[in-house]
């Protein structure tokens, strides 16, 4: 028997999704993920939490884990996330192309979230769409989402950083700026390539993700990335700092493409943990990247108050601080 869970989100006791007839459901499960409590111990009894209104996480069954390990995509999965009520009950064809693309990215979207409050790749190769027939749910379909399945080293998820996940998944717009995907897509990218030990890739993926957020207008590129992305997540001698080690970071890029030989996984990490600053802090923006950036390079002789407001410790997109993260950093 399932343990319930009150929604971690703080909005109060969120109970599981009730299912009426016609109900949708996206089951993913979460390859390499295990919850742990924050003192490390492995939460390995049975578990439903809410994250969000539509956003379930429960653990799988042995026999669900052994089904998911001998079936073709070899999924090594504990835990799975349910996706409740984000798809009309109208009927739907699941194997038009777009209509699985639209599903693909949601799934990917959802993860993606997960790895920017905790450092970890979670892959979505595979999910699987039921519909509830008023007594139990009913295989619709199967959804690939096109991405590999990896048997990776499983990340240890504290189970107190759920609640960082549901916000983003709240608070995160309905429809970001293309940039801000793609950079999100490239930050994961370097999260698989660490998790595989190629430092190196992971450092140029995270360099390409801080391009597409910073990097568009004149001038030189790492001066231009690394003042932009100073002036989002700090102020006076802390953004200084901020901008002389992105820039020596791309430095580090710069080895790499032309030697083939640079950065490690100190660096890598500390790149990792900008980004986790700097994506929600651009999710919080609410304009377009070209508007921000406007307003960063303005911020060289005036900040605005648009700009300040993303500097509020208390906001929901500031759960890394990178300044403080540089300053406990082993990178010179």
């Known amino acids: 028997m399932q343990t319930d869970v009150a929604g971690v989100s703080g909005q109060g006791a969120n109970r599981p999704h009730a299912p009426i ?20 111990t492995i939460i390995d009894d049975p578990f439903r939490i809410v994250l969000q209104p539509g956003y ?22 504990f835990v799975r996330l349910e996706i409740l009520g984000q798809i009309s009950q109208e009927e739907h064809d699941f194997h038009d192309e777009a ?36 007594s139990i749910w009913r295989r619709e379909s199967y959804l690939s989402t096109g991405e590999p399945s ?24 309905s429809e970001p700026d293309a940039a801000l995907t793609l950079s999100v897509n490239y930050y994961r990218e370097s999260l698989l390539d ?4 190629n430092f190196s890739r992971a450092l140029v993926s995270s360099a390409l993700a801080t391009e597409i957020l910073f990097g568009k207008g004149n001038g030189e590129l790492g001066t231009l990335s690394s003042t932009r992305a100073a002036h989002l997540v700090a102020r006076g001698n802390n953004a200084f ?32 943990q900008f980004l986790m600053h700097a994506l929600p802090s651009v999710a919080a923006w609410g304009g377009t990247v070209a508007e921000l950036h406007s307003a ?11 700009l300040d407001r993303l500097l509020d410790e208390d906001g929901w997109w500031a759960f890394c601080n990178f300044a403080m993260c540089l300053g406990a950093s082993s990178v010179q």
Not at 194 to 197: K, P, T, Y
């Open 296 to 306: 960063l390079d303005a911020a060289s002789f005036r900040r605005g108050d648009a």
């Open 99 to 134: 209509q699985r693309r639209q599903l693909s990215e949601l799934v990917i979207g959802t993860l993606s979230k997960l790895s920017l409050c905790v450092r970890g790749y979670f892959s979505a190769a595979y999910a699987v769409i039921d519909r509830f027939d008023g």
């Open 21 to 40: 007839a016609g109900d949708i459901r996206i089951t993913v499960p979460i390859s390499s993920m295990c919850l742990i409590e924050d003192d490390g």
């Open 241 to 272: 700092e901020v901008q002389k080690m992105i820039k020596k970071l791309y430095g580090k890029r710069s080895s790499v493409v032309h030697t083939g030989k640079g950065g490690g996984k100190a660096e890598v990490d500390l790149w990792h």
């Open 194 to 197: 660490r998790a595989q030990g």
């Open 56 to 77: 379930e996480v429960t653990a799988l069954d042995d026999a669900e884990q052994n089904r998911l390990l001998d079936g073709p995509y070899r999924i090594n999965a």
């Open 150 to 173: 990896y048997d990776l080293r499983c990340a240890h998820v504290p189970k107190s950083r759920l609640s960082t996940w549901a916000t983003l998944l709240d608070e995160w717009p």
